[in-house]
């Protein structure tokens, strides 16, 4: 390739020597004789002066072709692409990690609340029959007014209601009932509020030292005609704790 380009770049350059000197001579030849006749003698007439411009027009076009397309850079064929390794092995499984102890399950909070049993009331205000049994919170107040207390009762009905409590401390716990009609708190068996009678609603507190530990309570409530109300609350310390 490069004796090719050799080769072709010293006959263009002879070609453009001569060249240069016809269009001197022609320059000259216009301006007389003597310097055509010194074309002459170098065997160049007209006619081959104007074949060798077109000549030189087609070589210098195609020269510059030549140039732009074989002296680019010549990139070689692309080599085949590598075969792909093989993948590795997998590695081991390494082994499960130790299971932790299972913390123990945390013990439910027990809350204090009353077992109901309802019973019917004499004329001279005396328990009759039971009718049924409930449950209330450990704290409530329920105004029934002149409506239905229980199971369609609505006069000369009453419970007896029991519920357990825990001290966590030794001291004073304040309790307060109330009535519309008569009520009865004992703690413990023994008699603490009395308000055994027909009475418009009304309240009584009492404060009373207790020890640490467990204590029951019994509320006794009756109604006899007209309006109905009771109500029940404690110091809150007593009424929740952890078994």
């Not at 000549?55 to 080599?79: E, F, Y």
């Not at 449950?135 to 000369?156: A, M, V």
Request: charged share 20%; hydrophobic share 40%; glycine share 12%.
């Amino acid at each position: 390739m490069q004796k090719t380009f050799g080769e072709i770049g010293k006959f263009f350059w002879v070609f453009v020597h001569k060249y240069y000197l016809l269009i001197r001579l022609i320059w000259n030849d216009a301006l007389g004789d003597t310097k055509m006749t010194e074309g002459k003698n170098l065997g160049i007439s007209k006619t081959t002066f104007i074949v060798g411009l077109i000549i030189a027009i087609v070589a210098s076009s195609l020269v510059s072709v030549l140039a732009s397309t074989q002296l680019a850079p010549i990139k070689g064929p692309k080599g085949d692409k590598g075969d792909k390794g093989d993948t590795g092995a997998t590695g081991p499984q390494g082994q499960q990690g130790l299971q932790g102890i299972q913390g123990q399950a945390g013990l439910a909070a027990v809350f204090a609340q009353w077992d109901v049993h309802w019973k019917t009331l004499t004329g001279d205000l005396q328990w009759g029959s039971e009718v049924g049994t409930s449950q209330f919170c450990s704290t409530f107040d329920y105004n029934w007014g002149s409506g239905t207390i229980f199971l369609g009762y609505d006069d000369y009905i009453g419970f007896e209601a029991t519920m357990q409590v825990k001290m966590q401390r030794n001291g004073p716990v304040t309790f307060t009932v109330g009535s519309d009609d008569g009520v009865r708190l004992y703690v413990d068996d023994v008699l603490q509020i009395d308000d055994w009678s027909q009475h418009s609603y009304r309240t009584t507190s009492k404060i009373i030292n207790l020890s640490q530990g467990t204590h029951s309570l019994t509320l006794r409530y009756y109604e006899v005609t007209a309006g109905a109300r009771v109500f029940f609350e404690c110091d809150s310390d007593i009424l929740m704790w952890n078994p």
